[in-house]
């Protein structure tokens, strides 16, 4: 078994996919975000979670992030560092849809803002997992063959 896993941390081809799926995924939810904090904003203040004086800021910091990681991981710049920053994002998104779902939230995610509507549920936290089984490839594979740094 940890045959097979070396295999796949060690395949450059496979770590280039993880990292153009995580990276443009994050990319385009960023632009969107940052497009539109307000609304992203009134997203995150519908999770029932954050008190009310740091949902601006909140909306405002998570955007950037999520753009700015996504463009680093995505052209391999900092990948170890930027993977970690997106797992810990995409853990923190999925605990706060399973909060929702556990208060009965009948909300849309926020995950795309204006791009898409997504209610919380199960088939958001799968999407998620999935996207955190890639970062962690990402997070653990030492292949740096399409990296720029």
């Known amino acids: 078994m940890n045959l097979f896993f070396q295999k796949i941390l060690n395949n450059s081809y496979l770590i280039l996919i993880a990292r153009i799926i995580v990276g443009l995924m994050f990319i385009i939810v960023g632009v969107a975000k940052v497009a539109n904090g307000a609304e992203f904003a009134e997203e995150i203040r519908n999770y029932q979670i954050l008190p009310e004086f740091i949902l601006n800021i909140s909306a405002i910091s998570v955007a950037w992030i999520e753009l700015i990681a996504g463009i680093l991981i995505l052209f391999g710049i900092e990948t170890k560092a930027n993977a970690l920053i997106i797992l810990s994002m995409l853990i923190i998104f999925t605990t706060a849809v399973?909060?929702?779902?556990?208060?009965?939230?009948?909300?849309?995610?926020?995950?795309?803002?204006?791009?898409?509507?997504?209610?919380?549920?199960?088939?958001?936290?799968?999407?998620?997992?999935?996207?955190?089984?890639?970062?962690f490839i990402i997070l653990f594979s030492n292949n740096k063959k399409f990296n720029l740094s």
């Open 98 to 135: 399973g909060i929702a779902m556990i208060k009965g939230l009948n909300i849309n995610c926020g995950c795309y803002s204006q791009i898409a509507s997504q209610k919380v549920g199960f088939p958001k936290i799968f999407e998620n997992l999935g996207l955190i089984i890639l970062t």
